[in-house]
């Protein structure tokens, strides 16, 4: 799943990739509000739904499952305050090499001679709504990228070659 935020000139940013087994739309659970971003399916899924009287006798009835639930909260919104510094802070090189480490992180394989492989089909203008960028200033960075021989990018499968170097550049 993509969360996405849209602009009303119809831009979107990415504010996060989901995978099995990961929630979205959990604001809402507890403070009754509309949505304040878009979900959508990059793949065929299947989704389940959760009441609000459902979830808050689980919680009230767990206290282990609310505390897990607060911690991933926290996650996202330290996710959310990294991604607003890095806009304000950070170059498109360093924003785009932040965005593949994180995905090689949760989506990466071993490959050869210590490459990652990012297990996840991904178009440019996915890296564009993720950094904050247009999709032909995120073609000059990969472009950059690959002529540095940082990354290779197949049917968009994209691998980094050098975890290291890219690490280094997310800096």
């Not at 989506?107 to 890296?127: A, V």
Request: charged residues 25%; glycine residues 6%.
């Amino acid at each position: 799943m993509k969360i996405l935020l849209p602009s009303p000139e119809g831009e979107n940013v990415i504010v996060a990739l989901l995978s099995t087994g990961e929630f979205f739309g959990e604001l809402s659970l507890f403070d009754g509000a509309p949505r304040s971003a878009t979900a959508v399916a990059a793949e065929s899924t299947e989704i389940l739904t959760l009441d609000k009287d459902d979830f808050n006798r689980y919680i009230l009835d767990n206290p282990k499952a609310a505390l897990a639930f607060l911690a991933e909260l926290s996650l996202r919104l330290r996710r959310t305050d990294e991604l607003l510094s890095d806009a304000a802070f950070c170059n498109l090189a360093t924003r785009l090499a932040k965005r593949l480490m994180e995905l090689a992180h949760r989506y990466g394989q071993p490959g050869p001679n210590g490459s990652i492989r990012i297990n996840m089909k991904l178009k440019q203008q996915d890296l564009a709504d993720m950094s904050g960028a247009t999709r032909e200033s995120v073609n000059k960075v990969l472009k950059m990228f690959k002529a540095q021989r940082l990354i290779h990018w197949s049917k968009g499968i994209i691998s980094l070659l050098d975890p290291a170097i890219m690490r280094r550049k997310a800096r």
